[in-house]
């Protein structure tokens, strides 16, 4: 599948790093979306955006910093994070508006924050 | 707030066998259901995606069933394989884009 790559696949950083993820989606869609995966826990919606707009936040910590500088790619900034950071970051696209909605997801990154 | 369960938490059963997964949603309002498989480490796929005016859907072996007026959907798998071993996810999409998670079912098919 590679219609959703992120980039890199595994990432380790030190809390006073700035490291960037990136997501590239193939697909035409028009909106793509962050979310933070943890072990035993729910797939948390991170950040939302559409048309190259972000409409959602949901609540994330400002030391994690989304860009969409068009509707193919976006980015994750990190810096300044905490040990509980680390886990698996999945970035997904979609095509809004046809109805049938479903996401497409990337391989992640796993991210480990020492 | 909108919450999605789904149990059981993990599931091994011998190869050949069939098998139910549950999903519960707290909110009948929705969109659309999906079920996702995820491998260890990997991105999530989606395996069949149920319209809120549908019933179910059938893929292959799997078929979903969706009754929002109870706020439940199963995920049957006939005949299962060891290749089937993955974490099986329910998603629950609410007004416009926003997508809720369970935290998964992990099946294991021994051989």
């Given at each position: ?36 995966q943890s072990a035993k826990k729910p797939l ?71 | 707030?909108?919450e999605v369960t789904q149990i059981p938490a993990a599931l091994s059963v ?5 098998l139910v997964l549950n999903c519960s ?10 079920w996702f498989r995820q491998?260890p ?33 199963t995920l ?9 071993s993955a974490t099986y996810l329910c ?10 998670f369970g935290s998964g079912t992990k099946l294991n098919?021994?051989?």
């Open positions: 599948e590679t219609g959703v790559t992120q980039t890199p696949r595994h990432l380790v950083m030190g809390m006073t790093n700035k490291k960037s993820l990136k997501c590239e989606q193939h697909l035409g869609h028009n909106a793509m979306y962050w979310y933070k948390e919606l991170m950040f939302v955006y559409n048309f190259k707009e972000q409409t959602e936040n949901n609540s994330v910590p400002s030391r994690f910093s989304p860009e969409c500088p068009n509707s193919s790619h976006l980015f994750l900034h990190l810096h300044t994070l905490q040990p509980e950071d680390s886990a698996l970051y999945l970035c997904a696209s979609s095509q809004v508006g046809q109805g049938a909605e479903t996401q497409y997801f990337g391989p992640g990154t796993r991210l480990l924050v020492l | 707030k909108q011998p190869e050949g066998e069939n949603f707290t909110d009948s309002a929705i969109y659309n259901l999906q491998d480490g990997k991105g999530l796929t989606s395996l069949l995606l149920i319209q809120s005016s549908q019933r179910e859907q059938t893929s292959g072996r799997l078929n979903a069933s969706l009754d929002k007026s109870s706020g439940r959907s049957y798998i006939a005949a299962s394989q060891p290749g089937d998603a629950v999409l609410y007004n416009f884009n926003k997508f809720y098919v021994k051989p």
